[in-house]
């Protein structure tokens, strides 16, 4: 009971901070704030494409950006921590709304040394003497069980050896030799050395980003803004 009431107190704690920044802001003259929730990969996925068009259509609003996994956007926006999040999945969770921002195929990440990596594709069997490095299955389940049953429809039960809770620290490890991956295409433009990205023959398995929001309570003002801009850029990025 002491553990949830700290719990709780945090929480209250927090929000009345947060209360206290809105306040000022509109008071210095801004119109107010949006708290917006995205994990690394959106860095690639136009996340500052959309930053940079939304702040000159919306100049007195401040956005407030929070980098958390999906688990913790979806807990965030169920609790008014954040108004605006992209998360990863097949849909947008229970008791939010929102809509596909992105779908895009998984290739192989593999070390620049790796017998594989001047391939223009590989058969994904190719890998499975190799050791794995996975998203957490515990930071994204849908992302985990996805790879896994790609792996064994190719005919094998990926070997894994790491598990990690960002795409960047995916790539981080097999650029430095820990395994190979199926990460998202556009983790290709990261440009970390010593990673080597090589198309899936036949993969059938896509990363999805969706983009979602509390279905219900008093939403900012600013957030139908922010969503139009984020809808206009969901048709562009590659």
Aim: positive net charge.
């Amino acid at each position: 009971a002491g553990a949830a009431l700290q719990r709780e107190a945090r929480i209250l704690l927090h929000r009345a901070e947060e209360t206290r920044v809105l306040v000022k802001a509109i008071a210095d003259g801004r119109e107010g704030r949006l708290r917006l929730g995205f994990g690394g990969s959106m860095l690639y996925r136009g996340l500052p494409r959309i930053l940079e068009t939304f702040q000159a259509a919306a100049p007195d609003i401040e956005l407030s950006l929070h980098e958390l996994n999906s688990t913790e956007q979806i807990e965030a926006l169920l609790r008014d921590e954040i108004d605006l999040g992209f998360v990863h999945g097949r849909g947008a969770p229970q008791h939010l709304q929102g809509f596909r921002y992105h779908a895009e195929p998984f290739v192989a990440c593999v070390p620049r040394g790796h017998a594989a990596a001047g391939a223009r594709s590989l058969r994904l069997s190719r890998l499975r003497r190799d050791d794995f490095v996975l998203f957490s299955r515990h930071v994204s389940p849908d992302y985990y069980q996805s790879i896994i049953a790609t792996c064994l429809s190719a005919g094998f039960m990926p070997r894994v050896r790491h598990e990690v809770r960002h795409w960047l620290s995916v790539v981080s490890f097999v650029a430095n030799g820990l395994g190979v991956a199926l990460v998202p295409r556009t983790l290709r433009t990261s440009n970390m050395a010593g990673a080597t990205f090589v198309p899936v023959q036949g993969s059938k398995i896509l990363s999805e980003t969706w983009c979602v929001w509390k279905e219900s309570g008093i939403q900012p003002p600013a957030l139908d803004k922010l969503l139009q801009v984020v809808r206009v850029q969901s048709r562009t990025v590659g």
